[in-house]
């Protein structure tokens, strides 16, 4: 079973001060940013497939950073990016936030982690949600449904998380 | 936030929910305008299917349960996500 370590960099910038961009002590960057990875979105390949078929140049995929949420039963994907993507839904489902109840539409979608061994993931319906407006501008919530195909490991005294696929 | 695309499909499965139900229960239907195109016993399957016969286009996957389940996303929906520590 291989296995992938990710030790996590985490990059602050202090405006209150001279604006440097600083690297944060590694014993603290896990802490602080938690399991994130950098990863890639894209429509997928059956997806791909059908445009170029129709003589369509397919979209670029979409690099940014996923988290790992074991507290979330579903994986999602920020809104925006499925909106660059031109992906077709398929499907609905309900979520629950202190706001009450929510209905968001579902899409397929290709993950790939450049730079890593890991394989790419797809799945039929990732939930849309808007994930740009926090500190971090993930694109995607990493969630048990897909946490269902590999072993994960957050290794805290070693500050890294690992992947076993 | 509703799906627009898919508003036939979803109001074609709630129709037939429970006949699904009786037939497939735990299964995926795979859902095109007001036809159920088959059953599947996964989503990944369910989108195999569709993506071939219906390519490009938007198409209803969905789980055939009594009632559909609600999604947990706590620390998204909390906003512990964008928690500065």
Known sequence: ?165 | MSVPELAEEMKYFEQHRGELLQCAPGKFALIKGAECIGTFDSAENAYEEGARRFPGTAFLIQEILPEDPIQEMPTFYTGLLYADI
């Open chain 1, 1 to 165: 079973m291989p296995i992938f370590e990710s030790h996590i960099q985490v990059r602050v910038q202090r405006p209150e001060s001279d604006g440097k961009v600083l690297m944060m002590p590694p014993q603290h960057a896990l802490q602080h940013a938690g399991p994130i990875l950098q990863v890639t979105v894209s429509p997928t390949k059956q997806h791909i497939d059908a445009l170029i078929s129709q003589g369509q140049t397919p979209p670029e995929a979409i690099p940014g950073f996923a988290i790992i949420d074991t507290g979330a039963s579903m994986t999602a994907v920020d809104e925006d990016v499925c909106r660059r993507l031109g992906l077709q839904p398929t499907g609905s489902q309900k979520t629950a936030h202190a706001g009450g109840p929510d209905i968001r539409a579902c899409y397929p979608i290709q993950v790939s982690f450049p730079g890593t061994p890991l394989p790419s993931f797809s799945t039929p319906r990732a939930m849309s949600v808007n994930l740009q407006f926090g500190k971090t501008p993930y694109i995607l919530l990493f969630g048990r449904d897909l946490l269902a195909r590999i072993k994960f490991v957050y290794n805290g005294p070693a500050r890294r998380i690992e992947l076993a696929f």
